[in-house]
């Protein structure tokens, strides 16, 4: 039972860190605190219907496994892969795709999707030739 709480609240953490990561600074705290409002309600709202309403196990687990799989749907659908995951593995289109589909999401301009996706990453011209600089190049 130890071992099943380390892994929810890694993947708690994990899911945090990519929704902070997919949305604008100004609004971690809201994120943050909406968050642990709506895992404290979670627990304290199965707790209440296993006590008042029915101490079957069933359909907590059914109600769960729907949310998760409602969930996972959305995450499968809606949101992109994270542009600092395919950074990391110099997948370097991809992730101005993800970063271009972020900043429509929030709300940008096109001037500033084209910037975006004509931005040249440092890791890309490592141990290329090339006499240009970067910050020239992105600017």
């Not at 001037?111 to 240009?132: C, M, P, Y």
Request: net charge neutral; proline share 1%; charged share 20%.
């Amino acid at each position: 039972m130890f071992l099943l709480g380390l892994t929810a609240a890694g993947r708690i953490i994990v899911g945090l860190t990519y929704t902070l990561e997919l949305n604008l600074v100004k609004f971690h705290e809201q994120i943050i605190f909406y968050l642990l409002l709506a895992e404290t309600g979670g627990i304290i709202g199965l707790t209440a219907w296993y006590q008042f309403v029915d101490r079957s196990w069933f359909w907590i687990q059914f109600l769960c496994l729907i949310l998760a799989i409602i969930t996972f749907l959305y995450f499968w659908i809606f949101v992109p892969e994270s542009s600092k995951w395919l950074y990391t593995w110099q997948q370097y289109d991809n992730s101005k795709k993800s970063l271009s589909y972020i900043a429509k999401a929030n709300g940008n301009k096109e001037k500033r999707l084209n910037h975006i996706n004509n931005l040249v990453f440092d890791a890309e011209t490592v141990g290329k030739d090339d006499s240009i600089d970067i910050t020239e190049k992105n600017s």
